[in-house]
């Protein structure tokens, strides 16, 4: 797959390193002057270096995606001077992975691509990226996070051979980075390592120098430096880090569960209703701030990856998904039931993508749905071929549901008001419960439910 990672620090390279060794197409983005510390086993270093090598990968800087292409051709991993990361729009990538590690999200969105990974803190899955993974030293290192933020910033480093705050250099004041040091040379506690600004920064520790920023860069007092290593094992300083390795496992976890669901499965958002209960139209009626078909469609716009359709006889519906790059299918006889909504879903999925394994279907009057919800029935579905997946709470079934092709038939027979349910019924063994809060699988029936949101 092309996959476009944000950020080519010594973190980002370690996630480079899985997906490259997993056979998947590179082309990393960098700011026009790096802050990477641990440069020696960092791709950013190929912005003032031309190229880069890191172990047995070798990043090289391109200046147009069709030197990029020509790069990647090669068998080696490009990379461009772009930090907002435009050149998205031109690579339309299968995966953007944002592995700046600023604590913040610097512009990121979930529809940048088909699958969006966040890496550290800053992001959180289901609005902004798809999922995150855990950049924390300890117990949840690397884990892959699809409902949730990871653990905020403490502001203090992680230990590494028994030192925390006092294996950082920082900057003593704003200026010119000079430094005294070489990446591998061994430091004494109370030595001046570098001068910034025109000030010394003193080690406060001993060890040996296992990062160190470039001379000459511009860098502002408190800025992070240098890196001092007690462990004083030479080797560490030239060869990927293990949290780097961890981090870049649990990115490629999630490359692999969405290259194991893509082009398998298809959203149908039904939304063809009478609302009969709730006496008039619904679906227009504004629930924090935006009309109620708006929260689907918005759910439904987080997945590009995917074949995506809106059934509903509502021409506002209907022009708002062309505008999100959604099918729509006309519905001109609701009467007939939720049957005929979902009959009329299914055979335009099997017009358009007649080889599909599955198909989502949800309803548009179920605001509270969350985007990581969808995300765990396709994830769930992957690994669970031939299952029901719905999402539930406490084992019961509820909205949406995702049907394997072998029931297709069966949901073509059902006739009126009758849905999925009653297929359902006849196969209990076969159904997988994918738990959810309350307030998401409630849907809007009565005018009295819009106060439940």
């Known amino acids: 797959m092309k996959i ?25 983005t960098e700011r026009e002057a790096p802050l990477t510390v641990r440069r020696t ?59 700046i590690l600023a ?8 529809t940048d691509a088909p699958l969006v990974v966040g890496v550290g803190p800053g992001f959180y899955a289901g609005q902004d990226c798809h999922c995150v993974v855990e950049t924390k030293r300890g117990h949840t290192l690397g884990q892959v996070i699809y409902d949730g933020a990871a653990l905020p910033n403490t502001g203090v480093p992680g230990e590494v051979g ?28 109370g030595q001046i390592a570098a001068y910034t600004g025109g000030e010394p920064v003193y080690a406060a520790m001993s060890g040996m120098m296992r990062g160190m920023l470039q001379k000459g860069v511009s860098v502002v007092k408190g800025m992070k430096i240098g890196d001092i290593d007690a462990r004083c094992e030479k080797e560490h300083c030239w060869t990927i880090s293990d949290k780097a390795r961890a981090i870049g496992g649990g990115v490629l976890e999630a490359v692999q569960c969405y290259e194991t669901a893509k082009g398998r499965f298809a959203i149908v958002m039904l ?27 918005e759910r439904l ?27 729509g299918i006309v519905n001109r006889e609701p009467h007939l039931g939720i049957s005929h909504s979902l009959q009329l879903g299914l055979q335009a999925v099997l017009r358009e993508k007649p080889e599909v394994e599955g198909v989502l279907f949800g309803v548009c009057d179920q605001p509270g749905l969350k985007v990581s919800t969808i995300q765990k029935i396709w994830n ?68 009295e439910d819009m106060g439940s949101f």
């Not at 006092?166 to 040379?185: H, T």
């Not at 716009?301 to 790059?325: D, Y």
């Not at 579905?381 to 949406?400: E, F, L, S, T």
């Open 271 to 297: 939304a063809a209703g009478t609302g009969s209960r709730y006496g008039k139209d619904k679906l227009s009626e504004v629930l924090a701030g935006k009309p109620l078909y708006q929260h689907s469609m």
């Open 301 to 327: 716009e987080a997945f590009c990856g995917r074949e995506r359709f809106v059934v509903t006889g509502n021409a506002v519906i209907l022009e708002e998904a062309k505008k999100r790059g959604i099918s």
């Open 41 to 99: 086993v960092a791709f950013s270093r190929a912005v003032y270096e031309g190229s880069a090598k890191v172990e047995d990968m070798e990043a090289r800087l391109v200046h147009s995606l069709d030197e990029a292409y020509a790069v990647m051709g090669d068998g080696n991993i490009a990379l461009i001077v772009d930090e907002a990361a435009e050149i998205r729009k031109e690579f339309c990538p299968d995966v953007v992975v944002d592995a």
């Open 380 to 447: 769930t579905a992957a690994v669970r071929p031939g299952k029901i997946i719905c999402a539930g709470k406490d084992g019961q079934p509820g909205n949406p549901v995702l049907w394997p092709k072998k029931y297709f038939r069966e949901l073509l027979e059902l006739k009126g008001d009758t849905g999925g349910r009653a297929v359902m019924r006849k196969y209990p063994e076969q159904v997988y419960v994918v738990e959810a809060d309350e307030r998401e699988l409630k849907d809007i029936d009565r005018k």
């Open 103 to 110: 604590k913040k999200n610097l512009g990121t969105k979930i």
């Open 4 to 28: 476009l990672i944000r950020g080519a620090g010594d973190l980002a390279t370690g996630i480079a390193a899985r997906l490259y060794h997993s056979g998947h197409n590179i082309l990393m």
């Open 162 to 189: 028994g030192y925390t705050t006092e294996r950082l250099l920082k900057a003593s004041g704003d200026g010119v980075m000079e430094p005294l040091i070489s990446i591998g040379d061994m430091v004494e506690k």
